[in-house]
């Protein structure tokens, strides 16, 4: 039977303060729960979103906690009524669940499953508790995941199985940011040949976005950034052209409808600042043109004109890509192992759980696309 785990983890004290890795015990799994042990886990902006700017993006979540929700790992044991898992197997925890049993699931118009949602919002899993805690007191689990700690406790429908060949050191980033990007372009705003593209904010899901663009086969694709060191990358993903708001004087909606003479037909909101939806939004053609917004805040506030809606744009969100999370996610993994699909140009560094914080400062100052934390 199994046994409460010892191991490290990256935990969160509180907000504004860096990670202290801490020797945390590790639950055993509850019913239609799994035990994984995590290998190689993302830093995505939401993460640093939540330790650093709480008060100002995010709704609040219970502190101590364990960050990270884009990870790959093993499992180690499985909790009662599990009869899809068994130890050994190679998975992707997800934030986004799917049940297959809801009336969300069923229908094919969104993937947003409601199974465990409002407890993994908190920060625990079904019973109103965390399986994590430091001598005693409850760690909670961001998003329900916690990829920042050696081993966590998943419920079954939050878990991907992939292939055993799959290298976990580069398909944990379709835990979230490259699934994200991807699927915003490919699900969402589903861009079409010949189009031309806008993608504003050019990290890991803004360049997975890019990439969703080529794959669709648009004709322009245009990446915007306020930082140009991202240019390179993302000519690498399939951007056509770049522009820096900065270098401009005009607002860059007026940059870009300008420069497509008339708008964009599909534009990708890839930063999670209200002002900058709203210049993807008008940058794309006032009859037809469509917004697909990824970047994330809970707090925010958008400013629509009727005048530019009025038209015929049209407006969308998109969460974790679209996809149905358990049973994309492994066709993701297989899109990469054919080399359908590009992962390893996402990873620009390489560090130990315990200089984590490292990780953080690098995608804060912009100097990292996704560092893999090894476990
Ligand atoms: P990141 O920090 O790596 O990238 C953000 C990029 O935006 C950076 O390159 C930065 O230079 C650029 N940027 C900042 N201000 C800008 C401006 N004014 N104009 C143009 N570019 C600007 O972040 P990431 O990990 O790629 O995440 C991007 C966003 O997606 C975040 O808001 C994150 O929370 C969100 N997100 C959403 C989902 C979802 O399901 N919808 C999932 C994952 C992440
Ligand atoms: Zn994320
Ligand atoms: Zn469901």
Not at 40 to 65: I, N, Q, S
Not at 101 to 109: G, L, Q, T, V
Not at 242 to 251: F, G
Not at 348 to 375: E, M, W
Request: charged share 20%.
């Amino acid at each position: 039977l199994a046994a409460v785990i010892r191991c490290k983890a990256a935990v969160a004290w509180e907000s504004g303060k860096p990670l202290s890795i801490e020797d945390v015990e590790v639950a055993p799994p509850k019913v239609h729960e799994v035990r994984i042990k995590v290998v190689a886990a993302g830093v995505c902006h939401t993460d640093w979103e939540y330790l650093y700017e709480a008060e100002k993006g995010m709704k609040f979540r219970p502190f101590p906690l364990v960050l990270g929700h884009e990870g790959a790992g093993i499992v180690e044991s499985v909790g009662p009524e599990v009869t899809t898992f068994s130890p050994g197997d190679k998975v992707i925890p997800l934030f986004l669940p799917q049940c297959g049993e809801c009336e969300r699931c069923e229908s094919a118009k969104t993937n947003h499953c409601r199974k465990n949602w409002a407890n993994t919002q908190v920060g625990v899993l079904a019973d109103g508790t965390s399986r994590i805690s430091y001598q005693g007191q409850q760690v909670y689990q961001f998003l329900g995941v916690s990829a920042f700690s050696q081993y966590t406790v998943v419920p079954h429908t939050s878990l991907a199985k992939i292939r055993s060949d799959a290298p976990l050191d580069k398909v944990f980033l379709l835990g979230c940011g490259v699934s994200t990007g991807y699927g915003a372009a490919v699900n969402t705003a589903k861009v079409e040949k010949n189009s031309t593209c806008a993608v504003f904010g050019l990290g890991a899901v803004g360049l997975a976005a890019v990439m969703g663009c080529q794959v669709a086969g648009a004709k322009r694709i245009i990446g915007v950034d306020i930082n140009p060191d991202k240019f390179a990358k993302a000519a690498v993903f399939g951007a056509t052209e770049c522009v820096n708001p900065k270098d401009h004087t005009m607002p860059i909606q007026e940059v870009l409808v300008k420069m497509t003479d008339g708008g964009v037909d599909y534009a990708v909101e890839c930063v999670g600042s209200p002002s900058i939806m709203t210049a993807a939004f008008e940058s794309t053609k006032d009859s037809c043109g469509s917004c697909v917004i990824a970047g994330w805040t809970e707090t925010g506030v958008m400013n629509v004109k009727v005048e530019k809606i009025l038209m015929g744009r049209t407006l969308r969100g998109t969460y974790f890509g679209g996809w149905k999370s358990v049973e994309d996610v492994p066709k993701l993994v297989n899109d990469y192992m054919k080399q359908k699909l590009k992962l390893d140009e996402f990873i620009t560094h390489s560090l130990p759980l315990d200089q984590i914080n490292v990780a953080f400062d690098l995608l804060r100052t912009g100097k990292s696309i996704r560092t893999v934390i090894s476990l």
